[in-house]
């Protein structure tokens, strides 16, 4: 086990993790369907790791524990679509590569997910990282043998030789080894890749559709698939149950990939109005990143990240807070998402606060990482919004999100699944 793996073990066992039980919250104000407003002075009932009914008043029940949340804010579980949570973005990463394998990118995987579920994401989609180490993390989540949150995985992503989510900026022999079964050239060996990928674990199909920041090559951003390869990609996905995810800078490759029928975007810096347009035509979902875009901006001045990269960053990290405002104004479907990996897990919700500077208001902004996100990551049956029948996915917050969106940096009480992994002081 990590040192980074064995601390947060460490952390969950000292925050007084309680075991799943039966309980009913008495809950002072319920934001159970973000976008509808607060419900007051409100009794969650909960059995079984599930919402059982959200009743007015606040009602007792002889067997049952009374979770006292009568001061606080509570809101469901929140959301994140762009995660890779076996990794963290890091000045060693590049040698990081070769030390570790996949066991180490578990355990780390491990430790970060916790770190994740104790900032009140209850549920993330991880949209690119190794299939042994995140398949295997998500299915120990699931079964309970590791705490985290419940985890949507694509795996690696399948990408054209030397394009981003290709190995690039080594050797000729190493980039060779490492060259993973998801790099596809032609359309038929597109849908390979797309069948191996589901093969092996993929929940979703993601794909590089264009050039990317911290990709360690000089090849721009824009279009790197083929119109050809894009609709083979989706074909072959779609016919397997995936939905498909692209990584989207330029223009270019955005609206290839729409038109191809991708069901969403990363990304999206050079989204304009002709996109917007197949956004709405395609009835695709953007997740925006902002977060990611000021993360990598403040690295184009250091020298530990590759020049190319450095050079690209310069001009994306400015984009996408603007791209963001102007999806929203031209009703782009956002779901909550931040590409954390490149910042750091546990920060997630520092997204909201620039969804708010792009316009959203702050119950918008909540929406999107709940009721939005659980329809992207298709698990709004379960999670998403707080009523009968869904998982007791909850958090809650001693001072009201909707007057000030950065209270969810430092949330105050987290449950999954009926589950205490942090209580309100």
Not at 151 to 158: D, M, Q, T
Not at 230 to 244: D, N, P, S, T
Not at 339 to 355: I, P, Q, W, Y
Request: proline share 4%; glycine share 10%; aromatic share 6%.
């Amino acid at each position: 086990m990590s040192k980074l793996a064995a601390a947060a073990f460490a952390a969950l066992s000292m925050a007084g993790v309680a075991a799943a039980q039966d309980a009913v919250i008495h809950a002072g104000h319920v934001l159970a369907v973000p976008g509808e407003g607060y419900l007051s002075e409100q009794t969650i009932r909960v059995e079984d790791g599930r919402i059982v009914s959200i009743t007015p008043g606040y009602t007792a029940y002889k067997k049952y524990p009374v979770i006292d949340l009568k001061a606080a804010y509570v809101l469901p579980g929140l959301i994140d679509s762009h995660v890779h949570i076996t990794n963290e973005f890091s000045p060693t990463g590049r040698i990081r590569d070769f030390e570790n394998s996949d066991v180490d990118a578990a355990f780390d995987g491990a430790a970060f997910a916790l770190t994740t579920l104790m900032a009140g994401f209850t549920a993330v989609q991880d949209v690119g990282g190794p299939n042994d180490a995140v398949f295997g993390l998500r299915d120990a989540i699931a079964r309970g043998a590791v705490p985290g949150p419940r985890l949507r995985a694509s795996g690696s992503a399948v990408s054209i030789t030397g394009g981003h989510g290709d190995i690039n900026g080594y050797s000729s022999r190493v980039m060779a080894a490492m060259t993973g079964s998801s790099i596809c050239n032609g359309a038929d060996d597109c849908r390979r890749a797309v069948r191996q990928q589901i093969k092996e674990g993929a929940d979703v199909i993601k794909i590089t559709a264009t050039g990317g920041v911290l990709s360690n090559t000089a090849a721009g951003l824009e279009q790197q698939f083929s119109d050809e390869e894009l609709a083979a990609i989706v074909e072959a996905a779609h016919a397997m149950g995936r939905q498909v995810t692209a990584h989207a800078h330029g223009k270019s490759g955005v609206d290839a990939a729409l038109r191809a029928g991708v069901d969403s975007i990363e990304h999206g810096s050079y989204v304009d109005a002709e996109s917007i347009a197949l956004f709405r035509e395609h009835g695709a979902t953007l997740v925006p990143t902002v977060l990611a875009g000021a993360t990598v901006g403040t690295w184009v001045n250091e020298p530990w990240l590759p020049a190319p990269s450095r050079a690209k960053a310069a001009i994306v990290a400015p984009l996408l807070l603007d791209m963001l405002r102007r999806a929203r104004e031209g009703g782009v479907n956002i779901a909550f998402g931040t590409d954390t990996g490149v910042s750091r897990h546990g920060d997630n919700a520092k997204e909201f606060a620039l969804m708010v500077e792009a316009g959203f208001s702050p119950e918008e902004a909540i929406r999107a990482a709940t009721v939005v996100a659980a329809e992207h990551i298709e698990m709004s049956k379960d999670i998403g919004t707080l009523e009968a029948g869904k998982y007791a996915d909850l958090i809650a917050v001693t001072k009201d999100p909707l007057k000030n969106i950065r209270e969810l940096e430092s949330v105050d009480f987290v449950m999954k699944g009926g589950e205490i992994y942090k209580e309100l002081k």
